[in-house]
């Protein structure tokens, strides 16, 4: 069995457009003194494999530029069991500050330089629906069950709309390809549908959460209610351009406006949560949480418990 200490591999953080991504780098650097950095890299593929260009191992982690690792994360010891297993991704699961919800979304990674120079996603996608939105359909792109850091997706009113309004897109698709609004329920992983309510409901305790509630609900209107070409959700000027008509919204209002089409039509549960209600929600939510090692992943865990 190989193993690497996850100290021995290059560390890329990488940034584009986020208000902290200084105070953020700084606070990486003190963590990860050897870490390095990718900056301003327009488009999701060509900013990874910029990102893999940036890495002088074959295995790299990769920090988000709104992503706060754990320090712990980095005395870990990656174990491989065989080849696939040397040659998989590796998502860990991160804390979304907005929420309280833990899955991959905003985590810490570990790529190879060869999965990424290989892949054809987002704007560089090979046609596949899959691939249009995500990297996660690839079979060796593998979700972990451990959380080694928070995200910070709501650095201002429009990050947190954004960050809102892709979730609220993407957890509505099955496998990168938009249901009809009769296939929605029995086609969306149950899983999806509870981070898409969570997205929906919680989070007016912290800074512009009010707006990440207002961008996800208006995310899944436009890509289940109208023709709106959900495929933008990978274009970031595509989605400036959208934020433009609802900046000056008051997000109250917006988060509203749609509540009774996503009740109505969607079976989705729409119920505003005040601030303590979120409080008390992400206090309890995950709170017997615990990791079980770093090679641990999402699919063996749910196996065991329904006894796979």
């Not at 712990?72 to 080849?83: A, S, W, Y």
């Not at 804390?95 to 990674?109: D, F, Q, R, T």
């Amino acid at each position: 069995m190989k193993q690497i200490d996850v100290a021995d591999l290059d560390c890329i953080y990488l940034s584009y457009d986020e208000p902290k991504k200084e105070e953020f780098w700084v606070k990486i650097k003190n963590i990860v003194p050897w870490a390095t950095r990718v900056d301003g890299v327009r488009g999701s593929d060509a900013a990874h494999k910029a990102a893999a260009e940036a890495s002088t191992t074959e295995r790299f982690v990769l920090i988000d530029g709104d992503n706060m690792p754990y320090p712990e994360f980095f005395n870990q010891i990656l174990e491989f069991k065989d080849e696939e297993w040397e040659s998989a991704v590796y998502r860990w699961r991160a804390k979304n500050n907005i929420n309280g919800l833990m899955y991959g979304n905003g985590g810490v990674s570990s790529w190879t330089r060869t999965f990424v120079n290989n892949m054809q996603t987002h704007e560089n996608t090979d046609g596949t629906a899959e691939n249009d939105v995500e990297f996660c359909f690839y079979s060796n792109y593998w979700a972990m069950h451990d959380c080694f850091s928070t995200t910070y997706p709501n650095q201002s009113e429009f990050h947190a709309w954004r960050a809102g309004f892709r979730e609220g897109v993407k957890m509505c698709l099955n496998r990168g390809a938009r249901p009809n609004v009769n296939e929605f329920k029995n086609q969306v992983h149950q899983r999806n549908l509870d981070h898409l309510t969570i997205w929906h409901n919680i989070g007016r305790d912290v800074d512009h959460g009010i707006w990440a509630i207002a961008g996800a609900r208006m995310g899944t209107y436009m890509t289940m209610l109208t023709e709106w070409d959900y495929k933008q959700v990978q274009d970031f000027d595509a989605l400036q351009d959208l934020w433009r008509t609802v900046e000056t919204s008051n997000p109250e209002i917006l988060a509203g406006r749609v509540a009774e089409d996503l009740d109505s039509q969607l079976d989705l549960p729409i119920t505003m949560y005040g601030a303590e209600e979120s409080k008390f929600f992400k206090f309890h939510y995950r709170s017997n949480w615990n990791n079980l090692g770093i090679m641990t992943r999402e699919m063996d865990v749910i196996r065991t418990q329904e006894g796979w």
